[in-house]
């Protein structure tokens, strides 16, 4: 008996004229042996392999090949073909031969459930609820999405797809950052393009089939989640500002412990922490895809090894210029003595910096950053904890620049008590105009991204912060 061709290599009916034995193109699905008679085995893209019987319209997916599981199937599409149930509904033994629950699935409405009376026409479909026809077509989907080879795609299908799809690109085009979705912006471009050119040509490929369900079922697993064609937009605007501030689920730290991270931050640190701090929760901040959190982390540890890499630079100079001062015989001892802490500091800079770009630069990828955050979260003392750490090549080199200009001003002072010329004088007066306009460019560049307000400065050094650097005018 002739059978029919198709272009997915499947004994798909109704795609091709009918065709002699000889005109047929052999594939895996039409070997004699491959499957028990009355069925037929059809092959997923990636290589596994399921069956289906044609007269029972019964899908199964463990090996009936083996006869104990080619009974029990048999069994059940006896006992499923004694139902009266329409040609575009189909069985799927989604749980095993030994269960009794299978899924029923309609191709003509894309659903699917556990339930024949709700999904036998379009009438019973209509008395669904919204939930319920969102986790019908998530179903649906699933199913098409693992067992893609013996029916074509529903152009509809087919074309909503590509529809949410634009959505979710449109969503990124005018949220930006704060956009959330199942898929990133470069995955919808990436995938409207590919949807758009197999639409006509290639939209029975067994590929494609897979593709369009695996996209509509984390789409209907998203809109499941978003209450989708349930609220009105005041209730959607407040539900996604709930998303845009996400909840911290950072140890809270005691009393005592938060007073001393405190006092480290503001203290010997300088405050540079707080800028950390900000980095790290930003980072990871989850909005709805993994391929922003996974763009967000990437972009965090790039940005990281390029700072540790400037200070590594900077610190290597600073070294070499300290070494100098040492290699001065009359040089005092209090010049000395901070000349030696410099270098100290800037060894310290250089060593911590450099192990933490060969850490960072070796884990970048989205595996290693859900053990990252999880240690940093829930060591001793928290993100801000870690924030200190990640702080000591920047904390380290600021000190080391403190050390070589107490050096030199030590040693400027040494000159004026030994020799008192003008020119002793003059290089001191010179030393504290450009420390002058150096800590008023620190400071007024420090402070310059962060939201001024009217209170006094001490309150800042008081209040635990919140959100680091975050504010009205940060970036």
């Not at 069956?51 to 599409?77: M, Y």
């Not at 986790?135 to 074309?159: D, T």
């Not at 050119?197 to 499941?224: H, I, M, N």
């Not at 989850?286 to 982390?297: D, K």
């Amino acid at each position: 008996m002739a059978t029919k061709i198709s272009h997915n290599h499947v004994n798909a009916p109704g795609l091709s004229p009918e065709l002699d034995d000889d005109d047929l193109y052999v594939t895996i699905s039409s070997l004699r042996r491959v499957a028990p008679e009355g069925w037929t085995m059809y092959t997923h893209p990636r290589g596994s392999i399921y069956f289906r019987h044609s007269r029972f319209r019964v899908v199964v997916d463990e090996d009936i090949r083996i006869p104990a599981q080619l009974e029990k199937a048999t069994d059940f599409g006896l006992k499923h073909s004694r139902v009266d149930i329409p040609e575009d509904l189909e069985a799927y033994m989604a749980y095993g031969m030994d269960v009794a629950v299978c899924l029923y699935v309609n191709h003509k409405q894309c659903v699917a459930g556990y339930e024949l009376s709700k999904l036998v026409n379009s009438s019973s479909i209509r008395d669904l609820s919204v939930d319920a026809l969102l986790r019908a077509r998530r179903l649906y989907w699933n199913f098409i999405a693992h067992h893609p080879s013996h029916e074509p795609c529903p152009r509809q299908g087919h074309l909503e797809a590509i529809d949410a799809l634009h959505s979710y690109h449109h969503g990124h085009l005018i949220d930006g950052s704060r956009s959330i979705g199942p898929f990133s912006k470069e995955e919808c471009e990436q995938l409207i393009d590919m949807l758009h050119r197999e639409r006509d040509s290639a939209r029975d490929l067994p590929a494609v089939v897979s593709l369009v369900g695996w996209v509509l079922r984390d789409v209907y697993s998203f809109r499941t989640g978003q209450r989708y064609g349930q609220i009105t937009w005041d209730e959607m605007r407040k539900y996604r500002k709930a998303l845009y501030q996400p909840q911290d689920f950072t140890r809270r730290e005691s009393l005592l412990t938060k007073f001393f991270l405190t006092l480290c931050i503001h203290g010997p640190f300088f405050g540079i922490p707080q800028t950390y701090l900000a980095h790290i929760k930003k980072a990871s901040e989850f909005r709805g895809h993994i391929a922003g959190l996974r763009t967000s982390w990437e972009s965090y540890t790039r940005q990281l090894v390029r700072e540790y890499s400037d200070f590594i630079l900077i610190a290597t100079v600073l070294l070499s210029a300290t070494v100098g001062i040492l290699t001065i015989n009359d040089v005092g001892e209090i010049a000395r003595v901070a000349a030696m802490l410099s270098a100290f500091a800037s060894l310290g800079s250089i060593t911590v910096g450099v192990f933490f770009v060969w850490r960072h630069q070796r884990n970048i990828q989205m595996p290693s950053s859900f053990t990252y955050l999880h240690n940093a979260r829930n060591n001793a003392f928290g993100l801000s904890g870690h924030a200190i750490i990640l702080s000591l090549p920047p904390v380290l080199l600021v000190w080391s620049i403190i050390g070589f200009a107490a050096s030199i001003l030590a040693y400027a002072l040494q000159q004026v008590s030994e020799i008192g010329s003008p020119s002793s004088w003059l290089a001191l007066a010179i030393f504290i105009v450009v420390f002058t306009c150096v800590m008023i460019g620190v400071y007024t560049f420090s402070t310059i991204w962060r939201w001024q307000s009217q209170d006094p400065w001490w309150r800042n050094v008081l209040c635990w912060p919140e959100g680091g650097d975050n504010g009205p005018g940060a970036t």
